[in-house]
């Protein structure tokens, strides 16, 4: 009775799998054909950095896009995007200034689609080398750090490949060796391992790419990214569109 159960568990999630795949792949032909998802993507603007890159980006993968300014009083968007330039602590106070803080602790609590890029990425942990007594938003264990002092220039500019850690649907079309754009002197040192999807090299290994749930967060630039960037964005909104707690809406 217990083999049959077991196969019969199998089974089951077999079928998921494959109704899953054959989901995705509906999906994946729907933003092709630049039919746009139902809900919106809500970008933040808290005065850090020019967001018309990120906002083209979604707009040419046929998205509807809004920019938040101030804390919506709803949860109706398909994903919140978290993008910056700038300094850690400038980021922080510009987000307390605006009331995003509450918002998006409770969105991400909620494990609804999230993407934060370059400093928005940073600003997830829990405190920064840069502005010290500067606290983040803690989402994760761990401080940013800067590169070490040596001949190589700092900031990090320009291209720079990734190599894969762990496997990921965010990831599908993506490999080690790919090339992604990168502007930043200091990055996450990250504590929870499991989170780590790519692995960037500049004078030291660094995490360039974290995923946790229906949360994706990157160092690099995939609005800047040209096609691998472009895949990486369409992974995100794939994901989002399959997995999103229906309940939130």
């Not at 330039?85 to 999230?114: C, H, N, Q, T, Y």
């Not at 190589?152 to 965010?170: A, D, F, Q, R, T």
């Not at 096609?227 to 909104?237: A, P, W």
Request: hydrophobic residues 40%; contains cysteine.
């Amino acid at each position: 009775m217990v083999k049959k159960r077991v196969i019969k568990k199998f089974v089951f999630h077999l079928l998921l799998y494959r109704i899953d795949r054959k989901k995705r792949k509906e999906l994946q032909n729907r933003f092709e054909q630049k039919s746009q998802p139902e809900l919106p993507i809500g970008i933040i603007d808290y005065g850090m950095g020019n967001l018309q890159s990120v906002e083209k980006a979604f707009e040419a993968l046929s998205c509807k896009v809004e920019r938040l300014c101030y804390p919506p009083n709803h949860y109706n968007f398909l994903a919140i995007v978290l993008p910056g330039v700038g300094a850690f602590g400038d980021g922080i106070r510009g987000l307390e200034a605006r009331g995003f803080l509450p918002f998006l602790k409770s969105w991400i609590s909620k494990d609804l689609p999230f993407l934060g890029i370059c400093l928005g990425y940073q600003l997830l942990f829990e405190e920064s080398l840069e502005s010290k007594g500067a606290k983040g938003i803690g989402i994760f264990k761990g401080k940013v750090v800067r590169f070490p002092e040596s001949k190589e220039k700092v900031p990090h500019i320009g291209w720079n490949s990734v190599e894969v850690l762990k496997k990921s649907e965010y990831l599908e079309g993506i490999s080690s060796g790919d090339y992604f754009y990168f502007v930043h002197s200091y990055y996450p040192e990250v504590v929870q391992k499991e989170i780590i999807l790519l692995q960037t090299t500049y004078m030291v290994p660094f995490t360039s790419a974290i995923a946790r749930g229906n949360l994706l967060a990157t160092q690099f630039h995939p609005e800047k990214s040209h096609k691998k960037g472009i895949q990486l964005l369409k992974n995100f909104l794939i994901h989002s569109t399959i997995h999103r707690p229906l309940q939130s809406i």
